[in-house]
């Protein structure tokens, strides 16, 4: 295999400025000319670049920086910043051409449009529409930054506001419309949560006077358990039916009565409840002639256990000096007549 000949001779002549071919890119950023980030250190040649920038009447020099806005802008969305920059440039010149700072403050507000810079860009479109009045996209960029922030009623104004300048503005009228339906929907959700607070208000006020009437007593221990307990009064009979908990401390077990109207008997219940033995009653004790019902009466220092009649309607107990609805949802003890767990029970209330 042969080796490539060493070079002999004298060595060719570089220039200063000879770039190195395989690192062209990094080569041309070393050139003021086409720069793209600015050096750290100082650099003469682009120092005097700059200083040409700034000659020429505030006008040409406004005009200068919006151009290099422009060509950031056209770059596309990783060059804004740059072009937000050159924008604000032109904009601290004393330039007098209104068209120019117009077009700037428009154009540095597309910019932070697209950055999500909603903030500036309504201070943006304002100082423009105070330079231009028509400027319908001032307008529409506005509406577009106002929808964004879900200012929805702003956004219509924004647009109406254009509209009367170009009616036939698509664009204009797709961000109208779109403020439009999302207004519709929000207001749609307000209404029906205001129903529902009121018919929740008008159930808690019709609640609070049933109560009263019958004078039955309400203790809230767990406000979580009030608000899930559903006292419902039933429209066409105008009584209560209450969620009621059946005990069985024998066996700790219990059944929930989801609508326990108040002219129903205990007895009503406990025949649907024991019409089948229940799997925990192995001696067949439970039923609904074989049970008594009681309920503790929780006033004083020591709790007591009272028994009530089972063919008695439980508005009828719950009506009762002794008795206090706790967290919304009556309770009562169910023990079978005749059994030693009853009166050993009951004896644990009379020590």
């Known amino acids: 295999m042969s080796e490539t000949p060493a070079e002999v001779g004298p060595k060719k002549f570089q220039s200063e400025f000879t770039m190195d071919p395989d690192n062209l890119e990094k080569e041309l950023a070393k050139v003021p000319l086409f720069m793209t980030d600015l050096p750290s250190e ?57 068209s120019i700072m117009e077009a700037c403050y428009a154009n540095r507000a ?40 879900d200012k929805l009623v702003e956004t219509i104004d924004c647009c109406d506001h254009a509209l009367l300048v170009d ?20 207001d749609e959700k307000i209404r029906l949560k205001e129903e529902r607070e009121e018919r929740a208000r008008t159930k808690k006020q019709r609640l609070a006077k049933a109560l009263e009437e019958r004078k039955i007593k309400m203790e ?11 006292i419902e009064i039933d429209e066409e009979t105008q009584t209560l039916n209450w969620p009621v908990f059946f005990l069985y401390p024998e066996y700790k077990e219990s059944d929930y009565i989801q609508q326990f109207n108040e002219t129903n008997s205990f007895y009503d219940h406990l025949q649907v409840m024991f ?23 929780t006033r004083g220092l020591n709790p007591k256990l009272l028994k009530v009649g089972k063919k008695l309607p439980l508005g009828k107990i719950l009506s009762l000096e002794q008795y206090t609805v706790k967290n919304g949802v009556p309770s009562f003890i169910i023990l079978p007549k005749d059994s030693t767990f009853k009166q050993e029970f009951i004896n644990k209330f009379k020590k």
């Open 220 to 230: 809230v221990v767990d406000k979580d358990v009030y608000e899930k307990a559903n």
């Open 42 to 98: 100082e650099n003469d040649t682009l120092a005097a670049l700059q200083s040409l920038v700034f000659d020429g009447t505030p006008e040409e020099v406004a005009q200068n920086f919006r151009e290099q806005g422009n060509e950031c802008f056209r770059a596309g969305k990783a060059r804004y910043p740059d072009a937000i920059v050159f924008y604000t440039k032109a904009l601290d010149t004393e330039c007098n051409d209104k």
């Open 275 to 297: 019409e089948q033995p229940a799997p925990w009653d192995e001696r067949r004790e439970y039923n609904a002639d074989s049970v008594e019902v009681y309920f503790e009466d």
């Open 167 to 186: 009616p036939d503005n698509k664009s204009v009228q797709e961000i109208r419309e779109k403020a439009l339906k999302r207004k519709n929907e929000i």
């Open 110 to 149: 597309a910019c932070n449009l697209e950055l999500k810079n909603y903030g500036r860009v309504l201070n943006d479109c304002s100082k423009c529409l105070e330079i231009n009045p028509r400027n319908v996209k001032a307008f529409y960029r506005s509406a577009r930054a106002l929808f964004a922030l």
